[in-house]
């Protein structure tokens, strides 16, 4: 029962900033602007939360920080891909590489800590919320896993219910899907492309900025170059398995985090007949499976249709 | 005087040199169809987007139900009872019709409220007007008719009394384009007031009531449809007389040219494009393949023209055998060789290179040929001297060789594209949509140029969309439907439903 737990607990903390990221990158896809700038957003968000987390010694101020940080850089990939038209895949990549570099100089010109913050204490941290009555309740393994997590993961959870009610059944929803698949007929029905796809940018950043400050507010305690480690990679990988849906991206996104859980438990083990298997083998199961969900289990994937092509009027 | 439901006054419109629209005077009845015609860059559409809002005028009044107003977008044409039926639908494929029909009105923040009013208000409009469109189909899988309907009923939703239709039966069957007629007299009979936008003047006469005739940016007649015929109204369009009539003398078939035999194509996912074709083609006549377009025509030209090999069959070229030719270079080239040349339908993607000069083009596909080789290079002087001619028998306009052929007009396009597979005095001509965005003066040159091949004794297998052009041109009439020949008859007894009826797959 512990190893069930363990697991399950792990995959559920992992999956939070993947299931963020996916919903984040939902919005800008749908809208129809490829994200790959996510790895960027999470990392700029991460920076920005530990900075300022520390400064402030508050979780909630990090957190706001994050999150204006994770819109400011979803504001410069709206600039290039919705305002200039510019190719959305090189805009995505050269946010990313700025990001990476950019972090690590700013943390040494600041902290002289070799390219990482300050450890935070305790107060700047989200912790674990441990109410009194959870071990009453909470009988197996699988009941057991949903408490004792911080506010972020709850968070998390809120919201998958929240983006698939806005996604499917608001106006705004409505829209940001019209403009995904046909920006003409949003645009000859009077709704501003654009300003929708602003829009859908402004809160995957927003989104982005909470995944990015999990990592450090609620798990390191610090930042780390390169911390996000593909993470965004990976959670656009699980939209596109989840074939842009919110519930099928967040499966995606559990799978991604129980494969992971898994391969640090596998790592040292000794299998009869082969030995013990190198990690960097078992850490790599992961991306591994991203390949082969991808590449074998997908059936059809179908894309927003307007994806990656910029809007320009044509009449 | 009836009321005006819209009236423009000495409205100007540029774009840089351009004078798209020379001081614009007309009005629309109200509770009629007025047909606007002219031909393509007669500058209708852009009469149509300063209405709609998507251009603002540069001078000039415009009047809606007798007063002046500016439209500034197409937002505003819609709050001022203005609605548009464009030519390319613009529907989101992947939504029910009802989700289509709220987009942009959905009236609150959250949709299943805004869903409901709207699936009450579409039943009355469905019923008021007999348009029979299931709310909850997915737009994507309707039939083109059936997807123009909900376009309609989307104006109609936003409250239109005025309709703008573009083009609206390119893409549908004879049969489609008469029920969307019966449903235009529907509402001009409930009172609303109906523009439609066409280059088809058989259309003009059978259904509007007053007729407005574009070119070059002005107005050249306003008119009553009742008060002219046909062939007035294609004067007045091209500027000049128009022999509409083809004179057509009997064919005299000759040897067989083309057997083609049992011609099947499944693509990569297993769908069948080509089902069984059969048919022959021979010297000195013309075999046109009517069909609503996406039936096969396209995939039978390309296999035919060597773009495509064939999954299984026969196909017979002068008593050789095509389908199983082992060929060094590619195929395409290797049937140009042999004597098959092709226009292809997609005359941008596939006929020309858009960015290169008009000589360039004169000789793509030929580039091989010594008379324009000098070794390894091109023979600069000779491929000029080759085009220039072109441009002269042709007429091509404006006559310059050092051109980028995207610059010229599509019928003219089409007349270096003509020249050039000619040129090459080709056994069998397969020729897709030879008039496609074409203007009514280049048509006529193209179809007597191609009556004159057949006259020549070459065999000329034509794919046109066009029903019109087919049942002028062709001697046998070949109908596809869903990739199989649906039927074939001569052109003499050929009638536009006989071929609808065929089109629509009815035996």
């Known amino acids: 029962m512990d190893m069930i737990f363990s697991v399950l607990d792990a995959t559920l903390r992992v999956s939070t900033p993947l299931v963020l990221a996916a919903l984040a990158g939902l919005f800008s896809e749908r809208s129809g602007v490829v994200d790959l700038a996510l790895e960027g957003k999470m990392l700029a968000a991460a920076f920005a939360a530990a900075c300022v ?128 698949e046909n920006p003409h007929a949003a645009d000859a029905a009077g709704i501003s492309v654009k300003g929708v796809r602003y829009m859908a940018q402004a809160i995957g950043g927003a989104l982005c900025g909470v995944a990015g400050a999990y990592l450090v507010l609620a798990q390191t305690g610090a930042f780390i170059q390169d911390m996000t480690a593909g993470k965004g990679y990976l959670a656009l990988a699980a939209l596109i398995f989840g074939k842009w849906r919110p519930w099928s991206a967040v499966l995606g996104c559990l799978i991604f985090a129980f494969t992971d859980a898994i391969q640090i438990r596998l790592q040292g083990v000794e299998l009869p007949l082969i030995g013990s ?34 809007f320009v009027k044509s009449r | 005087m009836a009321e005006l439901a819209i009236e423009l006054i000495g409205v100007n419109k540029h774009f840089g040199e351009v004078h798209a629209n020379k001081n614009i005077t007309f009005g629309v009845r109200k509770g009629t169809v007025h047909g606007i015609i002219g031909e393509n860059g007669a500058g209708k559409s852009t009469l149509m987007s300063i209405i709609y809002g998507y251009y603002q005028a540069d001078s000039g009044t415009i009047k809606i139900n007798g007063k002046a107003e500016r439209i500034r977008s197409s937002h505003a044409a819609i709050g001022l009872g203005i609605g548009m039926v464009h030519q390319h639908f613009m529907l989101v494929d992947p939504f029910t019709v009802l989700e289509n029909i709220v987009l942009g009105a ?35 899988e309707l039939g083109v008719g059936t997807q123009q309907r909900v376009e309609i009923l989307k104006t109609l939703y936003r409250g239109a009394d005025v309709l703008i239709l573009d083009e609206p039966t390119a893409v549908l069957t004879p049969q489609e384009a008469d029920d969307l007629f019966r449903i235009l007299r529907l509402l001009r009979e409930q009172g609303k007031t109906v523009i439609l936008i066409t280059h088809k003047l058989r259309e003009v006469m059978d259904i509007t009531d007053d007729v407005t005739v574009m070119r070059a940016g002005e107005i050249v007649g306003q008119v009553r449809t009742a008060d002219v015929t046909k062939e007035d109204l294609a004067d007045l369009m091209v500027g000049r007389k128009v022999n509409m009539h083809l004179d057509k003398a009997a064919a005299v078939p000759g040897e067989k040219v083309l057997g083609v035999s049992g011609l099947n194509l499944v693509d990569g996912r297993g769908v069948a494009l ?147 597979e000619i040129h090459a005095n080709p056994d069998l001509l397969l020729i897709g949509q030879p008039t496609r965005g074409v203007d009514i003066g280049a048509i006529e040159f193209i179809h007597k140029r191609l009556m004159q091949l057949r006259d020549e004794g070459k065999a000329l297998l034509l794919v046109s969309v066009e029903l019109d052009e087919i049942m002028a041109l062709s001697d046998r009439i070949i109908v596809m439907n869903g990739g199989a020949i649906s039927g074939e008859l001569p052109a003499a007894e050929a009638t536009a439903t006989s071929l609808g009826l065929l089109m629509g797959g009815h035996k």
């Not at chain 2, 008021?128 to 737009?139: E, F, H, R, T």
């Open chain 1, 53 to 180: 987390a520390y400064i402030a010694q508050s979780p909630w101020v990090g957190l706001g920080a994050g999150i204006a940080a994770g819109m400011a850089v979803a504001m410069l990939h709206g600039v290039v891909s919705i305002t200039y038209n510019g190719n959305q895949l090189i805009s995505g990549v050269a946010i990313n590489m700025m990001v990476s570099g950019v972090t690590p100089v700013l943390a040494l010109a600041w902290f002289q800590q070799g390219g990482r913050t300050p450890t935070l204490s305790d107060d700047a941290r989200f912790t674990a919320i441990e109410l009194p009555f959870a071990d009453a309740i909470a009988h197996s393994a699988v009941l057991k896993t949903f408490f004792g997590h911080n506010i972020l993961v709850y968070l998390a959870l809120l919201l998958i219910f929240v983006v698939s009610w806005v996604v499917y059944k608001s106006r705004f929803g409505l829209r940001l899907r019209a403009v995904g």
């Open chain 1, 277 to 310: 298997i190198p990690d960097a083998f078992i850490q790599a199961l992961p991306y591994v499976l991203t390949v082969v969900l991808l590449a074998g289990f997908m059936g059809r994937a179908v894309a927003p249709k307007a994806i990656g092509v910029p």
């Open chain 2, 106 to 140: 959905e009236g609150g923040m959250t949709l299943d409220g805004s869903l409901a009013a709207a699936r009450t208000h579409l039943q009355k409009l469905n019923q008021d007007y007999g348009l029979q469109v299931d709310p909850d189909a997915i737009v994507g």
């Open chain 2, 274 to 420: 080509l089902k069984d074709i059969s048919f022959d083609l021979h010297a000195g006549e013309i075999v046109g393949i009517a069909g609503v377009s996406g039936n096969g025509q396209s995939e039978l030209l390309e296999v035919l023209s060597g773009m495509r090999d064939a999954t299984s069959g026969s196909v017979q070229f002068k008593g050789q055998e095509l389908v199983t030719l082992k060929t060094r270079e590619p195929k395409a080239a290797a049937y140009r060789k042999l004597g098959i040349a092709h226009i292809p339908e997609d005359r941008s993607r596939e006929g020309m290179v858009k960015d290169f000069m008009t000589f360039e083009n004169a000789i793509l596909g030929y580039h091989d040929d010594p008379s324009v080789r000098r070794g390894f290079l091109f023979n600069r002087k000779a491929i000029i001297e080759r085009c220039r001619r072109f441009i002269d028998e042709f007429d091509v306009r404006p006559a310059l060789t050092h051109r980028r052929i995207g610059l010229f007009s599509g019928g003219n396009q089409q007349k270096v594209i003509l020249a050039r």
